[in-house]
């Protein structure tokens, strides 16, 4: 659950639209959405075939089985209060109140019966005990954060993705269990932002420097958080626009949850460094007071991450890499596909390690699970889950299937679907994860040479719309096959009508229509706001709002210069520097560093540790400095003119370099024929200025 650039993928919650339509009874007695129920004036009620499916659903998902439901009030202690938790800017961090609706029917035509579910199940607002000593806080963010009772003070086990929720948290938990004792320690689990970002409601920089706090998280955390998702920052954020329905409203209609959560929260990411890593395979540490048992898990649900057993409160916590449903191999806003053998494996040594003996298991999503039977029970068949999707669908492919045919043959292992909750799509999908472990291990082509240097689908697809017979023919049959309940067939060729003629908005009416029915016959949280948020941008075009930054100033303070370095030739437009070639030595004393950086061949590269020889240009320039000119708070030119930083040679070159730099905008068009709107919002929709957002990072 990515922000992601994970760095700070802007959480953007452009919008809450905060309508509930009302709805009307069937004859059947099933509630159905009237078209002036929906936020979107363009918007369509659930169709007979839509409610079918869902019908369906409903009689045969095993919803006797109610486990879930227990275990999620099992340890009440108080609920929070406050509906709405604030940020100082003056906006709300976070809104439980956008989630009534969920509460006010027992089923909806056009929410997926399971999807429903756990929206339910995500409502918890409030402070829980899991097990003497150890509580957590649910409801206040995408992630759960956990108090640990130390010796001198609490251990906080992953902190939210914000400081005004994690600062919440705090509050009720010390209202009501927490002794006035201080934060002695913060663990992070893993390198996405939800389990870090909220940091800076707990401690400050001034608690670590004095050694009154300190700060756990595995090996090559900070790199990851940095490298993971840096490079391509801005794609992946105007992707989580569909995967996390940033412009949906919270509506029957529109968004209902993420699932591992109900959203993202909109407050102050920060971040603290860590004061110690976890670097053994399993490590054994005494985190003030409190024996844990580390174990690394590298490249499984995160780069970097890590597993912990209490052996003497016979606690196991699986961070993110056990939760209530399966995960994403391949994430829709885009992150290396993540390989879910070694997944597998990494839970099978968990249940042979600890899983014997825990008595409780808990993780930063969700509830946690009572008794050794049933903890054995979710951990097999996770573990078997992840197996049997990379066997599975490595299984077809060497018989053949490829990436484009693999989501429509593999199938999850009936005896789990049929009966474990806890292996539903609720953040990644089965049909997704199937196609991206054939990427993983083969890659985009299917074998097909027509599929290999296909022309761009805008270039394509005119072809396709004459020899179909024009715009009138394609529209007749896309509105017959809508009719049918055909919605894939018809998105087939109106997608191909709309890159053809991406002004014809009938067309981007229609292919929203499609995309709409599609969307409610959801289970998984990302698929279902994906063909969403596409139908509305189709309808609407995109709205003007806040552009999310991918970056923050404790993640600039963590990246290294190479880093930046890279990023710099990654914003650079090739094309702009033709003929061009510098040498330039970059030096930063405070630190002892030293890169020699290269223009040459239209790209810039560079290398730590070396001096060019007669380069021609260089800079001096203290790290501590070069940080505003990372961040945007100065540039270059100016430190130089004010002498902060010092050149040799010909600084003319910068701003040539700086003429070819690109600022990305993160409101780029995916579906065809769409733009940034100008004027108001349409609709119900409620942005926030770009003054009033704030910036975090989702899954």
């Known amino acids: 659950m990515r922000i992601y650039s994970k760095i700070s993928i802007a959480i953007l919650a452009l919008t809450f639209f905060m309508c509930q339509g009302k709805e009307e009874q069937t004859s059947g007695g099933e509630s159905a959405a009237t078209a002036s129920d929906h936020f979107d004036p363009k918007g369509k009620p659930p169709s007979e075939y839509t409610i079918k499916i869902l019908e369906e659903a409903r009689n045969t998902l095993p919803f006797s089985d109610t486990r879930d439901f227990d275990e999620n009030k099992k340890g009440f202690i108080a609920a929070m209060l406050e509906r709405q938790i604030m940020a100082e800017q003056g906006h709300v961090t976070w809104d439980m109140d956008a989630y009534n609706f969920i509460d006010e029917k027992e089923q909806f035509n056009s929410i997926h019966p399971s999807l429903h579910r756990i929206a339910k199940l995500n409502q918890n607002y409030g402070l829980y005990e899991v097990i003497p000593g150890i509580y957590q806080v649910r409801g206040f963010d995408l992630s759960q954060i956990t108090f640990i009772r130390g010796k001198k003070g609490w251990i906080a086990y992953d902190v939210l993705v914000s400081a005004e929720t994690a600062r919440a948290a705090w509050k009720l938990f010390q209202e009501h269990v927490g002794e006035g004792l201080p934060i002695s320690t913060v663990i992070y689990s893993h390198n996405h932002g939800d389990h870090w970002g909220g940091v800076r409601g707990l401690i400050t920089d001034e608690d670590v420097a004095s050694g009154r706090v300190q700060v756990i998280a595995p090996d090559g955390f900070m790199d990851h958080l940095v490298s993971e998702n840096v490079f391509a920052g801005n794609a992946m954020n105007r992707r989580l626009f569909y995967q996390y329905g940033m412009l949906l409203p919270r509506s029957p209609y529109g968004y209902v949850t993420q699932g591992l ?137 060497n018989q053949g299937v490829t990436i484009n045919q693999i989501h429509n043959v593999y199938a999850p292992p009936q005896s789990l679907q049929k009966t474990a909750w806890h292996s539903r799509d609720y953040h990644g999908s089965a049909a997704n994860n199937a196609r991206g472990i054939v ?48 919605y894939k067939l018809a998105s087939e060729i109106l997608n191909r009508l709309v890159y053809a003629e991406p002004d014809n908005q009938e067309a981007k009416d229609l292919l929203a229509d499609a995309f709409e029915q599609i969307g409610y016959q959801q289970e998984n949280p990302g698929l279902r706001n994906s063909f969403l948020a596409a139908a509305y941008e189709l309808r609407n075009d995109i709205p003007t709002s806040a552009i999310p930054s991918t970056s923050s100033p404790d993640v600039i303070r963590v990246m290294t210069t190479g880093q930046f370095l890279d990023f710099l030739a990654i914003r650079m437009d090739g094309r702009k520097t033709r003929g061009m070639s510098y040498k330039v030595n970059l030096i930063t004393p405070d630190n002892g560093e030293k890169y020699a950086v290269e223009l040459g061949n239209e790209t810039l590269t560079n290398i730590q540790g070396y001096l060019l020889p007669n380069p021609d240009l260089t800079i001096t320039i203290n790290r501590k400095d070069l940080e505003k000119a990372m961040m945007g708070i100065k540039t270059l030119g100016d430190m130089i003119k004010e002498g902060t930083a010092k050149t040799q040679g010909d600084p003319s070159i910068l701003a040539k370099l700086g003429a070819a730099m690109v600022t990305f905008d993160p409101r780029f068009p995916i579906m065809p024929g769409t733009k940034i709107r100008g004027g108001e919002p349409v609709g119900n929709v409620d942005a926030y200025s770009a003054e009033k957002l704030s910036r975090n990072s989702p899954e």
């Open 439 to 486: 990427q993983r291990f083969l890659g985009y082509w299917d074998g097909n040479p027509t599929n290999l240097i296909p022309l761009s689908p805008e270039e394509s697809a005119p072809l396709y719309v004459e020899m179909m017979g024009g715009a009138k023919k394609i529209l007749a049959k896309g509105r017959e096959l809508i009719g049918e309940g055909k």
């Open 261 to 397: 959560g109900h959203a993202v929260s909109r407050g102050s990411v920060g971040l603290i460094a860590p004061t110690k890593s976890i670097t053994k395979p399993i490590e054994e540490v005494m985190v003030d007071g409190v024996r844990m048992i580390f174990q690394l898990t590298p490249d499984t649900e995160a780069p970097a991450e890590m597993n912990t057993y209490l052996p003497d409160m016979k606690a196991l916590w699986m961070a993110e890499n056990v939760q209530q449903g399966m995960h994403n191999i391949y994430t829709l806003r885009g992150a290396p596909v993540r390989d879910p053998l070694r997944w597998s494996k990494y839970i099978n040594e968990t249940l042979y390690m600890f899983g014997k003996e825990a008595e409780v298991m808990f993780a930063s999503h969700h509830w946690p699970r009572w008794g050794n039977e049933r903890i054995q029970e979710v951990l097999r068949d996770t573990r078997d889950a992840y197996a049997h999707l990379n066997n599975q669908v490595l299984h077809h492919v």
